[in-house]
């Protein structure tokens, strides 16, 4: 994750929490870091490699899953 505080200081690490209110994220070293968020400040940008994956589940309909499922049963 990349947290871009309101001076422009980009910051990078693991994401450990986020709310509404703190995002902590640990950085290369382990280091805990903790930021204090007031609406959309500072900016948080989480990136998730599973995102497209996830996106398409909403393109899916239960009859897709339904046919890959049954599609997957007959390859052994």
């Known amino acids: 994750m990349t947290v871009i505080t309101p001076a422009g200081q980009k910051v990078e690490g693991r994401l450990v929490r986020v709310d509404d209110f703190i995002v902590t994220l640990a950085d290369a070293e382990g280091t805990q870091r ?5 609406g959309e400040k500072p900016k948080v940008e989480i990136h998730d490699p599973l995102q497209p994956h996830k996106d398409l589940l909403r393109v899916y309909s239960d009859k897709d899953i339904h046919n890959l499922t049954a599609y997957l049963v007959t390859v052994k």
């Open 34 to 38: 903790t930021f204090r968020r007031d």
